[in-house]
């Protein structure tokens, strides 16, 4: 086989995975979310699941699917062993989904324009044609499944890391979104939070496999510099919640206040304050 039919060949496998790489991706979160049992019936596949994930970094119109699959997957590859690599999957989940969520504010002030109806049949005929599953996303802040997805890896987000996942644009007239990582007495994180730009809405997720006491309850604290706790509600030590912020807190919701996680009776503290030990807590930094 000489140079020219070699080089031939090559272009017409790569246009051939090309042109597969959407249907493999949209096969494998089908596939990952039909087992019942994942860590049996993955672990041999994570190798081909984390090729499929390196092929759509380089992709921008693949990545919603590659959300979708690293949502699907997680956070098993961590319990296989593959700390690093997955390290790396949620470091690249969160920069994407972070340009979504600052592009997303752009497009706000851009006047909306109806195209043609050519351009509507065109995208219905191919909808109507395509067999992959169609996903829509909400930004970054809103979306419970994509923090679910980010909070596992508590090694990735340390105040440090977090501050180095994204170096991207702040629109001058937003302030910069939040974070927390709250950890237990060892160091280990155990729950994480994300505060919305407006500061009016937390959401946090358990970081670590929590198993709550029915007989307490997971109350959550704002700790502003010099002054007392203030409880921003029950949370779940199982799920995302998220939390609408009193008005009255507004103003002490910055990058100088702290969250916290109390153990309280059945249906929270009942004094106001912190009755029982704080099992997690943790300062709030920019994004």
Do not use: C
Request: aromatic share 6%; hydrophobic share 45%.
């Amino acid at each position: 086989m000489n140079a020219n039919t070699w080089q031939h060949e090559q272009q017409k496998w790569t246009d051939a995975f090309e042109r597969r790489l959407p249907d493999r991706l949209a096969w494998a979160i089908r596939y990952v979310g039909e087992q019942h049992d994942p860590d049996k019936s993955l672990a041999d596949h994570f190798d081909s699941l984390a090729m499929l994930l390196q092929a759509a970094h380089t992709r921008s119109a693949l990545h919603p699917l590659a959300l979708d699959l690293i949502e699907a997957l997680h956070p098993w590859p961590t319990r296989w062993g593959h700390w690093s690599a997955w390290e790396s999957e949620l470091r690249f989940a969160a920069e994407v989904a972070s340009w979504e969520a600052r592009l997303g504010r752009l497009a706000e002030g851009i006047p909306a324009v109806a195209p043609p109806a050519k351009v509507w049949e065109g995208i219905e005929a191919r909808l109507s044609a395509s067999r992959k599953p169609v996903t829509e996303h909400a930004g970054i802040w809103q979306n419970l499944a994509f923090w679910r997805t980010f909070a596992i890896a508590s090694a990735a987000l340390a105040a440090a890391s977090m501050a180095g996942l994204v170096h991207l644009a702040q629109a001058p007239s937003q302030s910069a979104p939040l974070l927390a990582r709250l950890n237990a007495e060892g160091g280990q994180a155990s729950f994480v939070a994300a505060v919305s730009e407006g500061g009016d809405r937390v959401t946090i997720v358990p970081a670590a496999l929590l198993s709550g006491d029915q007989q307490k309850a997971f109350e959550l604290w704002l700790i502003p510099p010099g002054d007392k706790p203030h409880s921003l509600g029950l949370i779940d030590p199982s799920r995302p919640v998220r939390i609408n912020v009193p008005k009255s807190l507004l103003p002490q919701v910055n990058s100088n206040a702290e969250l916290a996680v109390s153990l309280e009776p059945p249906g929270g503290s009942p004094t106001g304050q912190p009755t029982g030990p704080v099992i997690a807590n943790g300062k709030l930094a920019s994004l």
